[in-house]
């Protein structure tokens, strides 16, 4: 299984809804991504998870809350979003490397295409 | 934080023709990855080459890194390849994978 799957393909929130984006891959990585992509634009990093520990936040409003409940799932808890927060969002994975970084070829996720009313 | 800059920004193709697309970067890499985005928005991988030259059928790529920067060429041009073509390069400093602005191609049946 060389694949990363995400659920919901698409999802339309209010401003007061909570909702959560899942993420899964069974490639055994034990690296795993949250990207943000707006139109026209590259992805932007939001959260790196390495040994399912949060390694990186790219100063992420905490309106947007990652969970990484083992090894192959990753979750993205959504509250009180804003309109701007609108895009669609990638997952990733990748394998660590010895150090336990990556340098690592990723591999995306179909990404869930969310639009905040 | 280092800066990679992707040519032309668009690219319009008939059918059938040859293409180059480029990607520099500012500073030494560990990796480096082509990725193609299709309209719905999945990014597949092409390449990852942090050094050297690959070939995947139409597709194939090559990485100087001593001169910093990349090619991807793609050789008799099919509707489906229409999309946006990014570069990706990951350095230790920051640990992360840093994208080009991307390059959008057309092709013209």
């Known amino acids: 299984d060389t694949e990363v799957t995400q659920t919901p393909k698409h999802l339309v929130m209010g401003m007061t809804n909570k909702k959560s984006l899942k993420c899964e891959q069974h490639?055994?990585?034990?690296?795993m991504y949250w990207y943000k992509q707006k139109a026209k634009k590259p992805p932007e990093l939001m959260f790196v998870y390495s040994y399912e520990k949060l390694s990186i936040n790219e100063s992420v409003p905490s309106r947007f809350s990652p969970e990484c409940p083992n090894s192959s799932l990753l979750n993205l808890h959504l509250h009180a979003l804003q309109p701007e927060d609108s895009a669609l969002y990638l997952c990733?994975?990748?394998?660590?490397?010895?150090?336990?970084?990556?340098?690592?070829?990723?591999?995306f996720g179909p990404g869930t295409r969310l639009t905040v009313l | 934080g280092i800066q990679v800059e992707q040519s032309p920004p668009d690219l319009i193709l008939q059918e059938g023709a040859n293409s180059t697309l480029r990607c520099n970067f500012s500073?030494?890499?560990?990796?480096l990855q082509w990725f193609h985005q299709n309209p719905w928005g999945q990014l597949i991988n092409l390449f990852y080459?942090?050094?050297g030259t690959k070939q995947n059928g139409r597709l194939s790529a090559t990485t100087v890194a001593t001169e910093r920067y990349s090619l991807l060429y793609i050789s008799s041009s099919q509707t489906t390849d229409s999309g946006v073509y990014f570069c990706?390069?990951?350095?230790?400093?920051?640990?992360?994978?840093?994208f080009g602005k991307g390059i959008t191609l057309s092709v013209r049946p």
């Open positions: 990706a390069v990951f350095t230790g400093a920051n640990s992360k994978l840093t």
């Open positions: 490639m055994g990585h034990r690296a």
């Open positions: 080459i942090p050094s």
């Open positions: 500073d030494s890499v560990n990796n």
């Open positions: 990733a994975s990748s394998p660590l490397g010895t150090s336990g970084r990556s340098y690592n070829e990723q591999f």
